[in-house]
Every structure is written in C-alpha cells, then in structure tokens.
C-alpha cells in the first residue's frame, strides 16, 4: 500500500511500521492524515513505541507550523491534537499515547528524505526504560491492566490461519493420512474465542458511542474485505455467465457435473433467474450478511466470507456486552468463572443435541430427494447461525475478564499456569496425531475401515462439513478453548 501526503512525500507502507497494539493493527498514516489538517500542525510523524503492557503503542512526533501560538505548551498541543481526532472520529484505542515536538532536523532520514520511523521511539528517548532510569522509585503497586502476551497471540492467529488453508487445499486424496484433520476443525471456534478474548483484553474504559466503536472497527477491516469480495466475483463471473446458467437447480451434485464444463445454476431462493441469483448474492455479502437465513438467497461467493460476516455480528453486540462485563463483573473472579462453566455447559448441550438431533439425517444417495434436501438446510442454517458462533465470542471476552481478575503471570507460582497452558497444547497435539494415525480415510473409498475417533453414525449426515464438526467439537471443545488460556 502507498499514501500520498499533501507534503508531496511518497511513502510506503511497509508491513513493519503496522503498530500493533494489543489486539489491533495500526497504520501510522490513518492517524498522521487527519492530524495533517490541523492548522498547528506542519508535519506529524507516527510511530511504534514498545509498552509492557500492549506489546506496542502509538506514538506521534509534531513538527509544529507557524500558525501555531508562539508559547504554545506540549501538554495544550496534546489536548488540542486529542480533541482533533476524536473529532475526526478516529478509533481512542488508535490515539498516540506518547507525543513530542520536534524541529524537523531532529527526525532521522533517508537518503531521499524519507522519514525512518524503526527505532524513532529510541532516537527521541520515548522507550519506556529511558523513561524508568529518570523516575523516581515509587512502592510498586498493582498494575491497571493484566500484563498479556501479544506476541503469542499473534503466533496463535498464524497457526490458526494455516490451519484454515490446510482445510481447504487440495481434495482428500491430496494429504493421504493428514486429511483426517479435517475432521478436526477446532480453528474455527479458536477464532472466535480469540477474537472476543483480543478484543476484551486491552480493558478500555466502558464504551459510550457504540455505535462510533461498532463503525470504527468496520471501516478499519472493510477495505480488505471488498478486496476480497471482488476477487471472489470476478472468480465466479469466469465461470457463471448468462452463457453458462442452468436453470435446473438442485441441492447436490450430479453425476454427469465434472462432464458438463463450465455451468452454474440459480440460488436457492432465485432458481431459474440468473440475473436475480448475481444482485441478491453481490448485495448480501456487501453488507455483510452471508448467513443464517440470507445465505439462501446467494451463491457461495468465497468459502470464508460467512466468516467475516459472522464477525460484524459479534462487533455489532460487543460494546453493549464489554459494558455489562466491565461494570457489573471486572474483578470478580468467582462470578466470571461460574459465568464460563455456565457458557461452556451450554456450548456442550447445544452441540450434543445438534449431535444426536441429526444423527440419522437422510443422505442424497438414499433416494429420498426432498428429505435429503430439507436436512442439508437445516444442518447448514444451524452451522451459520450467528448465536451459534457468538457464544465463543462472549467466551473469549469473559476469559479476558477473568484472566485480568486472577492475573497469573503475576503469582508467585505463574510456572503452574504456563504447565497448564503447554499441558492444553499437547492435547490438542495428542489429539491430531491420534486423527492422523487411525488410518486414511475417505468419504467412500473404504466403508469397512473403523473410525476410533469418529462414530460411525457421524458418516450418515448430507453435508460432509457438519458431519466432520460435529462430534469432534463436541467431545474436545473443553480444550479447544483452553487453547486461548495459554496466553
């Protein structure tokens, strides 16, 4: 990505000047363009400034304008650059917390007069143990916020990202043994758990504007997310033209499909109208809203994206939830951990009844069509539907409030607790591997292997996604979600 300031200076965005504080990612030149308007302000320079706390913050050099008052003080241009942005409406968690005027020969430079913004916080004397030499030695006392390790959730987030392209590349002959995984999908619910516990962690102040927040986030993530919806459109119109519409719509794949060539039918609710099928689904993903009970008017545009709009769900209910946690349970260890047990018992039934409900779901080639095709629905409305998915989401945002309340790492014995953590890991491993050396296994290939880790009414459901999920996340979930515990 590229900005072009109004200075004239063409300046890339590298990965490396991303400030990643706590769970969000900030580029310095989404905070640097509004303060760039401000009349006192000739050029500001954001940076990364290393924290304890949120692993990185945001700081801000200002080369103040002659417009600026002469004996203007750094804590009346503070004030003034705060009331800026949030008249800018800018995210609060994306205001720099460390500020410094500067002459502008004092900010290093390339050689094409680029400005360096690695290491600036050290050349300025901004980090925070040039700060710890020159203060007074106080009684230490209880920090405001939980120390967390953000540098291990970011390793989390990858591992769980390659996780979701293992699951999706390749056809089960193409992993041999390793496919079995896929009947293992614990990232999915990970994700979620660890979006509401990322979000939650930073402990904020209680949120006033929710619907300023909900906005912020969104527009923060939405340009990605129309990157990848036109790449999915365009991917689709290669092969679903008004040349190559069928009419003829059915549920399930046909036998003569791989010898038809290119061909597409209607959605769900728009069967026969090509046109229809296209401003229904390019409508429905725009705003987000590829789930239960819309996904019946689109075609699946991109597998993940359910993903994504699940997320602005989870967005949408988490100011008023965070509040409600911040005031009524922050600091009461016992009330968040009955509240988790509460969560969880409910996750297990919820699942088990999913389990058994639709154990003996018809399948497509058992002849009855009609039957088939109302269980596919029903099982595919209960994976995308967004409570479903929320509730890992309050469970993650209620294990940041109780790890703040109980704080490990800060007992005498935080030792026990990294055990507990790595001791989750290595079921999870434990786990995999015993998936991976059951045998290999596909869907039709060998109906007479014995599947230890899989009961054998999991193989009788219509849709091969749920009848993976299903008993698997039900039988292990109790450490899927420990998973985010260990950090």
């Not at 769900?268 to 993903?285: Q, R």
């Not at 002849?367 to 409570?387: M, R, T, V």
């Not at 026990?416 to 991976?436: E, M, N, P, Q, R």
Request: charged share 15%.
């Amino acid at each position: 990505m590229a900005t072009l300031i109004p200075l004239g200076l063409f300046t890339h965005l590298l990965s490396d000047m991303q400030i990643k504080k706590g769970g969000e990612q900030v580029s310095p030149f989404e905070v640097e363009e509004p303060l760039l308007s401000h009349p006192w302000i000739q050029i500001p320079v954001c940076f990364s400034v290393p924290s304890k706390l949120y692993g990185e913050e945001v700081g801000c050099a200002l080369v103040l304008s002659s417009q600026a008052p002469v004996k203007v003080t750094q804590r009346e241009v503070t004030s003034a650059m705060r009331a800026w942005l949030k008249e800018a409406k800018l995210a609060p968690i994306k205001w720099p917390t460390k500020w410094v005027i500067v002459n502008d020969e004092d900010l290093p430079k390339t050689k094409t007069k680029k400005y360096i913004r690695i290491g600036l916080s050290s050349a300025l004397g901004l980090d925070p143990e040039k700060d710890e030499d020159n203060a007074c030695t106080l009684k230490p006392k209880e920090p405001a916020k939980a120390k967390v390790d953000w540098a291990a959730i970011s390793g989390l987030r990858f591992v769980l990202a390659c996780y979701v392209m293992f699951m999706h590349i390749g056809s089960p002959e193409s992993w041999g043994k390793m496919n079995n995984l896929r009947g293992f999908p614990w990232h999915v619910h990970v994700f979620f758990t660890l979006g509401g516990y990322s979000m939650a962690s930073p402990m904020n102040p209680t949120i006033k504007n929710k619907f300023s927040y909900f906005k912020a986030r969104i527009w923060s993530m939405y340009p990605m997310y129309a990157i990848a919806l036109i790449t999915c459109l365009i991917n689709l119109l290669v092969v679903c033209r008004p040349s190559t519409f069928d009419p003829e719509f059915t549920y399930n794949s046909q036998s003569d499909d791989l010898e038809r060539g290119l061909f597409c039918e209607g959605a769900p609710a728009t069967p026969t109208s090509y046109w229809g099928s296209l401003v229904l689904t390019i409508v429905t993903y725009i705003f987000g809203l590829a789930v239960t009970p819309s996904f019946l008017l689109t075609w699946w545009l991109g597998y993940y994206l359910w993903f994504s709009s699940m997320y602005y769900q989870c967005l949408a209910f988490f100011p008023a939830t965070y509040n409600v946690f911040m005031n009524r349970m922050r600091k009461k260890s016992r009330l968040l951990l009955k509240t988790i047990i509460v969560l969880m018992l409910l996750n297990i039934i919820i699942l088990l009844a999913a389990v058994f409900i639709t154990k003996d779901a018809p399948r497509y080639d058992d002849g009855d069509y009609e039957a088939a095709k109302n269980w596919n629905i029903g099982i595919l409305s209960f994976y995308l539907f967004g409570p479903f998915w929320a509730l890992y989401f309050v469970i993650g945002m209620v294990t940041a409030f109780l790890y703040d309340a109980y704080r490990p790492q800060e007992k005498h014995k935080a030792w026990i607790w990294g055990l507990v953590a790595d001791g989750c890991t290595l079921v999870i491993v434990g786990f995999s591997f015993a998936h991976i050396f059951q045998g290999k296994s596909t869907y039709d290939t060998n109906p007479d292997l014995e599947l230890y880790m899989r009961p054998p009414f999991a193989n009788q459901v219509s849709l091969p996604t749920i009848k993976h999920a299903r008993f698997s996340i039900a039988v292990f979930f109790f450490f899927t979600l420990n998973f985010p515990h260990s950090f």
